[in-house]
């Protein structure tokens, strides 16, 4: 898994709000460090650099007990983008 950046809040409507390095792609699934599934890449937003990243959270997840991991790392699928096609022989 690679690293997509750190939870900065929740939003009002329960949505994660993450600062990153990098931009990720749309749709991507994004990880607790524990590799439990948090929810899914939805909106990218603010300076490229440095851009905000907004995560619809999975139904599961509870979002009084987001608000407690403020901080914490979060990881996306190691393979995103394009898949390179093997060629025949």
Do not use: C
Not at 7 to 31: C, D, L
Not at 57 to 66: C, D, E, G, L, V
């Amino acid at each position: 898994m690679r690293v997509l950046g750190k939870i900065s809040h929740i939003s009002k409507r329960g949505n994660i709000i993450a600062r990153s390095k990098n931009t990720p792609p749309f749709k991507a699934k994004v990880f607790t460090s524990k590799g439990q599934l948090l929810g899914k890449v939805h909106d990218i937003f603010g300076p490229t650099k440095m851009p905000y990243i907004l995560i619809k959270p999975i139904r599961a997840i509870n979002s009084k007990n987001i608000e407690n991991r403020v901080g914490e790392s979060l990881y996306i699928e190691r393979e995103w983008g394009r898949k390179k096609r093997k060629r025949k022989k």
